[in-house]
């Protein structure tokens, strides 16, 4: 197979300003503990949400969440792995959904819509997925931008409030590590392990492997009700 690397298509490690973890990961990780995300639902969400709902309940089966899905290609395999489940695959970008390609199941779905507002309105209606999958969220690895890390995120409640079992998959160790540490300051335990992807289940995962770099997953079980913060 001719690699990404051969094709001349090299692909740059993260490169960041930050020599580790963000100095004030801890502080804004406490504050977005102790306050409410108040930022406007979008219509197209809501619209996305209420597919979803009557989606799972025609189902009626446990449910996984593939958010920042790209193409889709995780929430394929998740529905192939998990033939027992409803899978729902959430990334906001029209143009990366439409380049879905694999042979439909019935068992798996796609939907545009803003992990902002999906998450929030699932935790409001009480649907939980048995598993979440975070598959190489954007790393923001600019030290300015902390906030708009999934862990540094005023969305980082609406997170744990959701539950399961959580699988993050990033390229970036800082991004794996402060995510744990964000995670303990929220009194959860979580795991990062690095891994080979054996297959690659996503179009960001092939294209790292492919360059070498090492891949990086944080393992953990929310707990259904999030303990206080320490
Ligand atoms: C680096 S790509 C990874 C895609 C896929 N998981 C993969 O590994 O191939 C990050 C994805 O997150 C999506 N995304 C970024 N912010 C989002 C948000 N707030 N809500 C939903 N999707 C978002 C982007 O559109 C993009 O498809």
Avoid at 83 to 94: E, M
């Amino acid at each position: 197979m001719t690699t990404a690397l051969e094709k001349g298509n090299s692909v740059r490690a993260v490169s960041s300003n930050q020599p580790g973890l963000h100095q004030k990961l801890e502080a804004t990780v406490r504050k977005h503990l102790q306050s409410h995300f108040q930022k406007p639902l979008t219509p197209h969400s809501k619209e996305a949400f209420k597919q979803a709902r009557q989606w799972l309940q025609l189902l009626d089966r446990p449910f996984i969440l593939d958010s920042f899905c790209g193409t889709g290609e995780s929430t394929h395999w998740l529905a192939t792995q998990h033939p027992g489940h409803a899978v729902i695959g959430v990334d906001k970008s029209a143009v990366r959904l439409t380049r879905h390609q694999f042979p439909h199941r019935d068992n798996y779905l796609l939907l545009r819509s803003d992990t902002d507002d999906f998450w929030r309105l699932l935790v409001e209606a009480g649907i939980r997925p048995d598993k979440h999958c975070i598959f190489y969220p954007n790393p923001w690895p600019k030290s300015e931008h902390l906030k708009r890390r999934c862990h540094g995120s005023p969305l980082f409640p609406s997170l744990l409030a959701l539950g399961g079992v959580l699988e993050l998959r990033t390229n970036w160790l800082i991004y794996a590590e402060e995510f744990c540490t964000a995670l303990g300051v929220a009194n959860i335990n979580a795991q990062v392990t690095e891994f080979s992807a054996n297959p690659p289940v996503t179009a960001f995962e092939r294209k790292y492997s492919e360059a070498g770099q090492s891949l990086w997953r944080l393992h953990c079980e929310l707990p259904s009700t999030p303990p206080a913060p320490l």
